[in-house]
């Protein structure tokens, strides 16, 4: 499994971002989700999607990013709007397998900074 995440850069409070990530080698009942990492803090859960298109936020999120997929191109997107400084840090893309054969992987983050 390997993803490539896309799109981060420097925006406004307020602004508005959108990530990308690419998954390839993926099987059918992966759930595709984003983490944030803080400088300084732990990587932290920010949304997710499953195959069936159910969703699931942070709370510190909800009403502010909307997460999507696209399962025959396998993208997964982050749509962030009314960005706030604390929302600055490495976003991270990850998939993941419950049933056999299980497995967890990450892309390799992609920097968001939220500033004047």
């Known amino acids: 499994v390997q993803l490539q995440a896309s799109g981060g850069g420097l925006v406004q409070p307020g602004g508005s971002l959108r990530l990308s990530c690419a998954a390839s080698?993926?099987?059918?009942?992966?759930?595709l989700g984003w983490y944030r990492q803080a400088p300084g803090r732990q990587r932290e859960f920010i949304a997710s999607v499953t195959s069936g298109g159910i969703t699931d936020y942070a709370g510190s999120v909800e009403g502010r990013f909307i997460v999507s997929r696209h399962n025959g191109k396998n993208t997964l997107d982050l749509q962030m709007n009314s960005l706030q400084p604390e929302d600055t840090g490495v976003y991270f893309c990850?998939?993941?397998?419950?049933?056999?054969?299980?497995?967890?992987?990450w892309g390799q983050g992609t920097q968001v900074t939220v500033s004047l």
């Open positions: 080698g993926i099987l059918g009942a992966t759930t």
């Open positions: 990850r998939a993941r397998r419950s049933v056999t054969p299980v497995y967890a992987a």
